[in-house]
């Protein structure tokens, strides 16, 4: 059973920076496309970026070039780097593997003005 479980999330200050992680089990890393979306408060869930089984990273126009995601295959864990925060970055976040439909239980990120 393939299991996502996210972390890292937490309080901060606009214009810092926080890493959220996603620990993959039951499935690796490498062999997913992983997204990563958010959902702000009385917002519709919002797709923020996606690496590929490549490698290759897509990001949304609003966190491009904030944001970065990356993976490290030896810990079977994406992360999600986000620099530069907003007060309009304040959402749960959650990783998630599309082809099959497994979500992250995802990481509450405040950002405060």
């Known amino acids: 059973q393939v299991q996502l479980a996210d972390s890292g999330g937490g309080l901060v200050q606009a214009g810092g920076s926080l890493r959220l992680s996603c620990a993959a089990s039951?499935?690796?890393?490498?062999?997913?496309?992983i997204n990563w979306d958010r959902q702000a408060p009385g917002k519709q869930r919002e797709w923020v970026g996606q690496?590929?089984?490549?490698?290759?990273?897509f990001y949304a126009d609003s966190v491009r070039g904030r944001f970065t995601i990356s993976r490290d295959d030896a810990k079977n864990t994406v992360y999600l780097q986000m620099n530069s925060l907003t007060p309009e970055d304040t959402a749960v976040y959650y990783c998630?593997?599309?082809?099959?439909?497994?979500w992250g239980q995802g990481s509450q990120v405040t950002v405060s003005s």
């Open positions: 690496i590929t089984v490549d490698g290759v990273r």
């Open positions: 039951g499935s690796p890393v490498s062999g997913e496309t």
């Open positions: 998630n593997f599309p082809r099959i439909g497994v």
